[in-house]
């Protein structure tokens, strides 16, 4: 039975969804793409042209469309508990559809843990594309937010009670802060994940005995290599990481980070939200925040799904850094193994909640009315003009270093000049 995201709303897995990138599906087919590009690599090599263009009809035939891709990473599976790794059963599946040009080249010099590293990094790699770009939408969001808002006066509560007066902008200006840091630091690991290469033991022995037991002549094995991660598109790192887990442990960090900066969103308007608070509202659809017993309930469920994802992450990210902290000797025996569903369940996690925190931020309505009175009601000495020190402030110098940023650093492409003084209108100037 495949996995359709049952007991993880949000992450939605239909095809083309964006969570549709880390299932079962997309890591078969990732590891279909890294045996096809080795073996082109390898015909090319050797001069034989016509065998590099023979694979990829091959792999079409196995799971061109999403029938056959699922039938056949349903045999993998099941056949996978023999050899501890799927890679084993589908290099066998390959190697019986392959024609006898091509079988000699299937997986020739590389080891399972290479291709399953190497597809679960084109898996994570195009997740973390699909999360950046929410996060953008997000972050665009939050600093619209922060312009609007920059001078409204709201209640600034520390320790869960009232404490003095701040504006709505500065509280978004935090959210932001988080959000850029968050998608900086996942661009950046996503963008150097590296091709996982190293063959039985790390030391690339197979990698020169490809053809019929005989070297190839004058092989350069590193040639190959690099070969291999350009036709990939992925950087070559200087050695094998079968063991070395750091790009792994940096990736799983990145998304827990991410989930966590975008949790502390979701628990900001979660209390805002709250009768007797109800200084911000979700964005109204169809059908959503409905409750199967209560009728009158319009439940903040993005903001829910949200602050799931933020509870369970960190959860799964100390599996990975456990089990780096486990791997021993040239090739781990269960650390390794323990690292893949806890990085497709990750990467799910984060996807969700950035798709839903895009959602949640470009539609959250603030009740003006309710943040004055809220402001009020706690601090009755405060006047009509509230003393809010420098929260205007904090909010231009967030947006002006912000803009400053190059894009590539995490930079959200709405993010722009901060407003003069004064600039939002007589009540929030």
């Given amino acids: 039975m495949p996995d359709v995201g049952l007991l993880t709303p949000g992450a939605d897995l239909a095809p083309g969804s964006p969570a549709a990138v880390t299932d079962d599906l997309a890591v078969l087919r990732a590891m279909l793409r890294a045996e096809a590009a080795w073996v082109r690599v390898v015909a090319r090599h050797r001069g034989e042209d016509a065998v590099a263009g023979e694979i990829d009809a091959v792999v079409e035939r196995l799971a061109g469309t999403d029938a056959d891709a699922l039938a056949l990473a349903t045999r993998v599976a099941r056949a996978s508990g023999a050899g501890g790794n799927p890679v084993i059963p589908l290099v066998a599946e390959l190697r019986a559809a392959a024609g006898p040009r091509l079988v000699p080249t299937v997986h020739a010099g590389l080891t ?33 937010l922060a312009v609007d808002h920059r001078g ?7 320790l869960a009670q009232a404490a003095v007066p701040t504006t709505l902008g500065a509280r978004f200006a935090g959210w932001l802060q988080g959000l850029v840091a968050a998608q900086g630091f996942l661009a950046e690991t996503a963008h150097t994940l590296p091709l996982a290469y190293g063959g039985a033991a ?3 022995s197979g990698v020169s005995d490809m053809a019929d037991g005989d070297p190839v002549a004058d092989c350069d094995p590193f040639a190959l290599v690099e070969a291999w991660g350009d036709e990939l598109g992925l950087p070559v790192g200087p050695g094998p990481w079968h063991v070395t887990r750091t790009p792994v442990v940096r990736l799983a960090s990145a998304l827990a980070e991410t ?18 608070v109800g200084e ?103 006047g009509r003009v509230p003393d809010v020190g420098a929260a205007a402030a904090v909010v231009d110098r967030v947006l002006d270093r912000l803009a400053e940023q190059p894009a590539d650093a995490g930079r959200p492409s709405a993010v722009g000049e901060a407003p003069a003084e004064g600039g939002v209108g007589s009540e929030d100037g």
């Fill in 152 to 158: 409204r006066p709201a209640l600034g509560r520390t």
């Fill in 280 to 382: 911000l509202r979700e964005p109204v659809a169809p059908g959503r925040g409905a409750s199967s017993a209560m009728a009158h309930k319009r439940n903040p469920v993005l903001s829910v799904l949200v602050r799931r994802s933020a509870i369970a992450a960190p959860h799964l990210a100390a599996q990975v850094l456990s089990a780096a902290g486990l791997a021993v000797d040239e090739r781990s025996d269960g650390a390794w193994h323990a690292e893949w569903p806890a990085l497709q369940q990750l990467a799910r996690h984060t996807i969700a909640s950035a798709h839903a925190a895009a959602e949640l931020l470009e539609g959250l309505e603030v009740d003006a009315e309710a943040v004055a009175r809220n402001l009020r009601d706690e601090l009755p000495d405060v």
């Fill in 202 to 204: 790390g030391e690339l």
């Fill in 259 to 276: 989930c966590a900066a975008l949790g502390k969103v979701a628990n900001d308007v979660l209390q805002a939200v709250r009768p007797g």
């Fill in 112 to 144: 399972s843990q290479d291709v399953l590293d190497t597809a679960l990094v084109l898996v994570l790699r195009e997740a973390a594309h699909g999360i950046g770009a929410d996060l953008d939408r997000a972050a665009a969001a939050v600093a619209r």
